[in-house]
C-alpha cells in the first residue's frame, strides 16, 4: 500500500511522517478564524505562526491606531511562556509558538499541536479583534467559504 500523502508529508503505514521533498522544511498551512497560520517541522519541534491582526492604517481608521498600538505593545507580557508576539513592517501582528514533537513525529502529533496552537490563539485573536478589527475588513477575516483552505 502506498504511502498517504498530507500536504509536504508522506504518511509511512504507522503514521509517522516524512518530508515528501528531501532538505526542505515542510509545512502545512491552514487558518483558523480566517487568519494565516502555519505549523513548520525542524528536527525537533513544530514551529506555529499566526497572522493574528493587521494595525490599522491611517486611511481606514486613523482614530483606532494608537489603542491598536498600545495593546500590541503589552502583548508579549500577557502571552503564555515561549510564544512571541512580532510586528511585521507591513503591520501585520504575528503571534508563534513552538512545540516539541516525538521522534519521529506523526500525523496525529502534528494535528494535535495545531489543534492546541490554534484554541489558544483565541483570547489573543478577541483582544486584537477588539481594537484592529477583524482582519481584511469581513465578518470572519475572510469571505465566507475559505476559512477551510488557505492557498500558499
Request: charged share 20%.
Given at each position: 500500500m502506498p504511502n498517504l500523502t498530507l500536504g509536504?508529508?508522506?504518511v509511512e503505514r504507522d503514521g509517522t511522517l516524512q518530508p515528501r521533498v528531501?532538505?526542505?522544511?515542510?509545512?502545512?498551512?491552514?487558518?483558523?478564524?480566517g487568519r494565516r497560520c502555519e505549523a513548520a517541522l525542524t528536527s525537533e519541534e513544530v514551529h506555529?505562526?499566526?497572522v493574528a491582526a493587521r494595525i490599522p492604517s491611517t486611511a481606514e481608521a486613523r482614530?483606532?491606531?494608537?489603542?491598536?498600538?498600545?495593546?500590541?505593545?503589552?502583548?508579549?507580557g500577557s502571552l503564555p511562556p515561549g510564544w512571541r508576539a512580532r510586528l511585521l513592517p507591513?503591520?501585520?501582528?504575528?503571534?508563534?509558538?513552538?512545540?516539541?514533537?516525538?521522534?519521529?513525529?506523526?500525523?496525529?502529533?502534528l494535528v494535535a499541536a495545531m489543534v492546541r496552537f490554534a484554541?489558544?490563539?483565541?483570547?489573543?485573536?478577541?483582544?486584537?479583534?477588539?481594537?484592529?478589527?477583524?482582519?481584511?475588513?469581513?465578518?470572519?477575516?475572510?469571505?465566507?467559504?475559505?476559512?477551510?483552505?488557505?492557498?500558499?
Open positions: 509536504p508529508f508522506a528531501p532538505g526542505l522544511r515542510p509545512a502545512m498551512r491552514f487558518a483558523w478564524r506555529l505562526a499566526a482614530a483606532d491606531r494608537p489603542g491598536a498600538f498600545e495593546t500590541i505593545a503589552t502583548l508579549p507591513d503591520h501585520r501582528v504575528m503571534l508563534e509558538a513552538a512545540a516539541p514533537l516525538p521522534e519521529p513525529p506523526t500525523a496525529v502529533d484554541l489558544a490563539l483565541d483570547p489573543y485573536l478577541d483582544r486584537l479583534d477588539s481594537v484592529c478589527g477583524t482582519p481584511w475588513g469581513t465578518p470572519g477575516g475572510v469571505p465566507s467559504g475559505t476559512a477551510k483552505t488557505w492557498p500558499g
